[in-house]
């Protein structure tokens, strides 16, 4: 087209390169557009979700970053359900979560092949403050667990403990943290009544949230259990046995909040993503699973 125009004097050669370098330019623009990329920066690997995934994710982007200049993004932006809608709208090429990917998600992204890729196992704790432990609550039962969350105890002296107004800071629910906890109290998530108590996000924030108020509960990822500023409840089981979230319970399922930990794909992984995905399944990548006091996949076969 624009030798036609050139031939007939019609444009000045100036305007002939000004008007081919815009075609150049808008000719790349369109090779990037239209595929599900994760944003349309290949250059960069975008990963969101959940905060209990987060630790051994980011510090594997960070050792691909220093060893083959990978540049990576890991984002905690919604938890769980965070990671799974930024991965069904294409914005992002991984995803984190600690649930499983349901029909409602397949549903609501029907463009979206998700992947569920297992890198390794946690437990859902129940966590209270420094007072309520040493005030002598050292396990709860599914019925108690439910009264509290339902009101109907509102008082740790009621379970044996301190006479102490019970502050219970909730999971914001769709956080992989808070599903397993509905399951385990209610069976499933959707049987879970409505409340309204305070509500907190991430793993860092629950603990502090505990750790620092008088009274406190709350659901949070075992190994953010620290027993120093926040302390695990044991489960109590039908038959009088108290089952704390320790290794040995969790990998034989006697701890019943038992979860798998995922990163989530549209499809099978390609390029950077594959091999992000290949370094978090091999020996380094586990051995930064239980650094991080997760179960690696060995260890639970």
């Not at 979206?112 to 437990?123: Q, W």
């Not at 500023?229 to 109590?236: H, N, P």
Request: glycine residues 10%.
């Amino acid at each position: 087209m624009f030798e036609r125009y050139k031939m007939s004097g019609f444009l000045s050669a100036r305007k002939v390169m000004i008007l081919a370098s815009i075609a150049v330019i808008f000719s790349v623009l369109l090779s990037s557009c239209g595929k599900n990329d994760g944003g349309g920066d290949t250059a960069v690997l975008k990963i969101n979700g959940s905060t209990t995934v987060n630790l051994p994710i980011a510090e594997a982007a960070e050792e691909l970053r220093k060893e083959k200049g990978m540049v990576i993004q890991v984002d905690t932006q919604g938890g769980s359900s965070g990671g799974v809608s930024m991965l069904g709208e294409g914005l992002v090429h991984l995803g984190m979560a600690s649930k499983r990917i349901t029909d409602g998600d397949r549903a609501k992204f029907p463009e979206c092949d998700f992947h569920e890729i297992h890198v390794g196992e946690d437990a859902v704790a129940l966590v209270v403050s420094q007072d309520v432990w040493n005030g002598g609550v050292k396990a709860v039962s599914r019925d108690e667990m439910k009264a509290i969350y339902e009101r109907r105890i509102t008082n740790w002296k009621d379970l044996g403990g301190p006479d102490q107004r019970i502050a219970f800071f909730n999971k914001e629910p769709g956080r992989g943290t808070w599903e397993v906890f509905a399951k385990w109290a209610y069976g499933s998530a959707k049987n879970a009544p409505a409340v309204s108590f305070p509500e907190v996000g991430g793993n860092e924030e629950t603990r502090s949230k505990v750790a620092t108020t008088r009274g406190a509960l709350s659901q949070l990822s075992a190994s953010w259990v620290d027993g120093k500023s926040v302390f695990a409840l044991a489960l109590k089981t039908e038959d009088g046995r108290a089952v704390a979230p320790t290794t040995e319970n969790i990998v034989s399922s006697a701890y019943p909040m038992r979860r798998p930990l995922f990163l989530l794909s549209n499809g099978e992984p390609e390029g950077m993503a594959k091999e992000f995905v290949d370094y978090v399944l091999s020996k380094r990548g586990q051995d930064l699973i239980r650094k991080h006091s997760y179960l690696a996949l060995e260890d639970l076969y």
